[in-house]
């Protein structure tokens, strides 16, 4: 398609690959990094030299390490299952699944590559290894220091888990109902031209650029002291609002409201309205028109927008920090927690972990929805 | 569709924005005109020492906060005016300040310090983001077709990463002797203390957000850049344009709407800049609107939350996203208006 008159020069083509690289440096060393950290010893993690923190000879010292046989086997393991999962796996979930039904395929796939990994990765491999390491002389010896004792340290001593199924438990509502309430919205929206449309959209606007903070500051005084004010109505057991993650899913559902608005109407306003009015010819009213005509074809856009919901939710501070107590906290502010209250760099090297332990799902994430993710990035953007 | 059926179908979500922002709003600017405080009483209090012969008595005014049957502090709610605006603002003393001319002086009182830091940040940021972005998507779009998707999957990741794990992993390279601060310190041999000063943290915050935003900026421009007519730009490499008259005259007026619609997000993000200041911990050096807000609504050691304070501190804040607003929405309401 690129003519021959744009074609550019090799030293050009040259420079520019060099810096795209340079940038892809850039943007994925910080992260790199704190993996890297997370699996050694404090001593090396925090080195100044930065092939100790890539080899780790103190964490090596301490009896915790790989040999290259378990590195090479290792590698082994995770390229079989990336292979299946992208070669083998859709052509399974196909044959398989009834049709109409592969997510449900889909799941029960994933489901099966992911235990088999594990129990390959885990159980399987260190015990083949623990045999086959002393046979193979210097190949067997441990030469990259490694250690995954941060992660135990956090995820049983500190009682992370707790957090992250509050995480769970507040991502998982404010998705569901930010897109059960902003699909009806932002159909509304697309499909009517009238002033009053256009205004709840300017409202939006000015509402998506407002601090959180001025809304927590608004919500805390009512919420503490919610048990007074809703004794009238509910009566002897009325809910102490602050604390509670439901509170805390209706705050960030209202917050993240505008936004998912905006979005789903972009997406609606490219399906054809033709579509829903040949609906209403055939006798269906505006929610059967919604429900059997439009709802099949809108997952795209709601996938979409569920995703970015997912992404505020997760990665919220401010708000859950105030308003949730000790006991619901969610991972973010218990990292900060972590972070701010330890001294020792043991303690830090564990907030690392907590650090990398609350990225991975988010690489994940990108990995499985790259598309969704820059088709609603450019959806938002091309509608200006 | 008739005003019932919209309305049913707007109805909760309108519901939920009124319930949560609106009102929150409205309370906000209420609150910031009232302080609840527990009532003190004044009471005599006898305490006594042992001492030799006699014991030694002293008797004292204390003043405790009144208690009612069920133990529990007695509050009042207070008009108080704009109290709370002067608290936080200090006019008297930044006024001083301002006509001594001393700029430390000014930086003493909270407000003025996070407004100052805030709108530095915001308007260094911009450019840099808007460039970083520009480049990295010509960059992107040069590559060859088979890494493009690759490359775009490793400029999402600063872009999706949690914002406050995002500044901690820079803080982590960075902090004490972390590895990039020895590669500093053995390039430029000297010693480097990055935290201890305010501007180096600043431009640490500043090389972090536009790290975070940078990949969003690039991912938009990209897509433009695939729209931009071939035709045209084949025309002009025969009319002898260069490489760079290209760009500026085909390919970034293409892209302008893009561009404007990146730097009003990035506007009203980094006006609301927050997390830079949790995750490097910079309390001490450097603090921004949002943040003043924040630390007013976390409970003291006593236990109290200076909830008129963060709310008078909010109020001031909204001034300048009215500000930033106002220039986006005349150009949206003349859109409306013209395309009726």
Known sequence: ?384 | MNFRTFAAFVGPSVFMMLLFIAFPLVSVFKQSFYVTQPIYETVEKETCTPGFLTQTCVTEQVSQPMLDDHGEIITQTQFVGLQSYRNVLEPERAWRAISDGSWQVLSTINFWKALRFTLTFTLITLPLVVGCGLGIAILINNAAKTIRGPVIFISLLPFIITPVIGVLSINWLFRGDGILTAMMEWWLNRDIALFAQAWTIELLMMLYRVWHVAPFAAIIFYAGLQTVNQDSLESAVIDGATRWQRLKYIVIPHLMPLIIFVAMIHLMDSYRVFEEIVGFSSQGYVISLQWLTFDYLTPDQAGNRSISRASANSMLTMIGVVILLILPLRRTWRDHKGGH
């Open chain 1, 1 to 384: 398609m690129s003519s021959r008159a744009l074609r550019q020069p090799f030293s050009l083509r040259l420079t520019s690959n060099i810096f795209l690289a340079l940038w892809c440096l850039i943007a994925a060393f910080p992260i790199f990094w704190i993996v890297v950290m997370s699996f050694k010893s404090p001593v090396d993690a925090f080195d100044s030299n930065a092939l100790n923190v890539i080899f780790g000879p103190a964490t090596l010292g301490g009896g915790k390490g790989l040999s290259l046989l378990d590195i090479i086997l290792g590698i082994a393991v995770i390229w079989v299952t990336i292979v299946i999962a992208t070669k083998n796996l859709p052509s399974m979930v196909k044959s398989y699944s009834r049709p109409g039904q592969e997510w449900f395929g889909w799941v029960i796939g994933a489901l099966v590559v992911l235990v088999g990994f594990l129990v390959a990765f885990f159980v399987i491999l260190p015990a083949i290894l623990n045999v086959l390491n002393p046979w193979f002389g210097p190949l067997g010896r441990d030469v990259l220091g490694l250690t995954t004792e941060h992660y135990k340290t956090v995820w049983i001593d500190r009682g992370f888990s707790n957090n992250f199924k509050n995480s769970l438990i507040v991502t998982t509502g404010v998705v569901t109902v930010s897109l059960t309430v902003g699909t009806l919205a932002g159909y509304g929206l697309a499909r009517s031209g009238s002033t009053l449309a256009f205004w709840i959209l300017i409202v939006a606007l000015v509402f998506r650029a407002l601090p959180h903070s001025v809304l927590v500051a608004g919500y805390l005084p009512v919420f503490i002291n919610s048990a007074e004010w809703l004794a009238p109505i509910l009566g002897e057991n009325a809910p102490t609002l602050y604390g509670k993650p439901f509170a805390v899913i209706a705050v960030l559902v209202a917050i993240n409201q505008p936004f998912t608005i905006w979005m789903l109407r972009s997406f609606f306003q490219n399906i054809p309205a033709e579509l829903d009015e040949a609906a209403r010819v055939d006798g269906c009213s505006h929610f059967q028109a919604f429900r059997r005509v439009i709802m099949p074809v809108m997952w795209p856009g709601v996938i979409t927008t569920g995703l970015f919901s997912f992404l505020l939710a997760y990665n919220d501070f401010l708000v859950t920090a105030l308003l949730l107590d000790a006991q619901n906290q969610t991972m973010v502010p218990a990292i900060v927690g972590m972070f701010n209250r330890e001294t020792t760099t043991t303690d830090q090297v564990v907030a690392v972990a907590a650090a990398v332990s609350i990225t991975a799902p988010l690489i994940f994430l990108v990995l499985i929805f790259q598309r969704q993710i820059v088709s609603g990035l450019t959806a938002g953007a091309v509608k200006g």
